[in-house]
């Protein structure tokens, strides 16, 4: 069902100009400036974070925490998105060009069905992705959407790990385990997945703040409940 939807997907694409692509040679996005107000250095981490202040990367100095956030829907939590980086800056447009590593990390606040996520990160890239950026970026997609897949289901706390490198290679992990998930080199589809949480146009605005603002507000972590599991 997933393998039929990103072919078609691609199909649709290559039938009709490509919406917002980005060159095929792999020119970098232009910088996005700051809102008025926002130009100041990028705000430390509170203490109220659910998160590591820094995690291990492989090759390399630490990566530091730049903030955390909830996906929320109907009023109920359904995951959490951290972001990692090695250098803060304080444009977020810098993180799309992924000149240095960087890091996700989602990890799930209620059960969810594999098939389920697949689909909603899916319909967010395509948002922000062209299949006629390169010539593998259907394929990219397909071994993208095997990571969610190969877990039948996901349950709270589960998470899952982006580890990005320069250039836009792709490494996974679930809870931790790489199961042998093969390394994805995607320029296109890499900043796709970035530009949903940290882009010009976020899944969810509030997220966007959080993730690159230190995390919510205490009250904000206080209220908000987890919601009923499926």
């Known amino acids: 069902m997933i393998q039929r939807?990103?072919?078609?997907?691609?199909?649709?694409?290559?039938?009709?100009?490509?919406?917002?692509?980005?060159?095929?040679?792999?020119?970098?996005?232009?910088?996005?400036?700051?809102?008025?107000?926002?130009?100041t250095?990028?705000?430390?981490?509170?203490?109220?974070?659910k998160f590591p202040l820094t995690?291990?990367?492989?090759?390399?100095p630490p990566l530091q925490l730049t903030g955390w956030g909830t996906r929320k829907?109907?009023?109920?939590?359904?995951?959490?998105?951290?972001?990692?980086?090695?250098?803060?800056?304080a444009n977020p447009a810098d993180y799309l060009l992924l000149a240095k590593?960087?890091?996700?990390?989602?990890?799930?606040?209620?059960?969810?069905?594999?098939?389920?996520?697949?689909?909603?990160?899916?319909?967010a890239l395509k948002e922000r992705?062209?299949?006629?950026?390169?010539?593998?970026?259907?394929e990219s997609t397909l071994k993208f959407s095997e990571v969610f897949s190969s877990v039948p289901l996901f349950k709270a706390g589960d998470e899952v790990t982006l580890a990005f490198a320069p250039g836009g290679r792709?490494?996974?992990?679930?809870?931790?385990?790489?199961?042998?998930?093969?390394?994805?080199?995607?320029?296109?589809?890499?900043r796709g997945i970035l530009s949903i949480f940290v882009g010009a146009k976020p899944i969810e605005a509030e997220?966007?703040?959080?993730?690159?603002?230190?995390?919510?507000?205490p009250a904000a972590v206080a209220k908000v409940p987890a919601g009923p599991r499926r």
């Open 5 to 39: 939807l990103i072919l078609g997907w691609g199909l649709a694409a290559s039938l009709a100009l490509p919406f917002a692509a980005w060159s095929q040679t792999a020119k970098p996005a232009a910088a996005v400036p700051a809102a008025p107000g926002k130009e």
């Open 41 to 49: 250095a990028a705000v430390a981490p509170s203490a109220n974070t």
């Open 55 to 60: 995690v291990a990367a492989a090759g390399g």
């Open 73 to 89: 829907r109907f009023g109920f939590e359904v995951y959490q998105v951290a972001l990692y980086v090695q250098e803060k800056t």
């Open 101 to 123: 590593r960087a890091r996700l990390t989602l990890r799930f606040m209620r059960d969810l069905e594999n098939e389920q996520f697949t689909r909603i990160m899916l319909a």
């Open 129 to 138: 992705v062209s299949m006629n950026e390169s010539p593998t970026m259907v």
């Open 170 to 190: 792709m490494e996974f992990a679930i809870n931790g385990d790489s199961k042998g998930f093969s390394p994805i080199s995607e320029l296109a589809l890499a």
């Open 207 to 217: 997220l966007k703040r959080d993730i690159l603002e230190g995390g919510p507000a």
